[in-house]
């Protein structure tokens, strides 16, 4: 339970990280850093059910 809001107190505000950048590079590079993650996850998740459906050989 410590952990869950551990993490969610470390969550950035994206938003008002936005309003104070300095230029658009840097908020293009906030928009990217905040979805890589996902993305990155979603691609694990993929290469998972990949390896298993071909290990299963359905």
Do not use: H, W
Request: hydrophobic share 45%.
């Amino acid at each position: 339970m410590k952990l869950i809001f551990f993490l969610v107190a470390q969550q950035p505000n994206i938003e008002e990280k936005i309003n104070e950048a300095p230029d658009s590079a840097y908020e293009i590079g906030v928009v990217i850093g905040s979805y890589l993650p996902f993305v990155a996850l979603i691609g694990i998740a993929y290469a998972i059910y990949y390896y298993n459906k071909k290990k299963r050989g359905s």
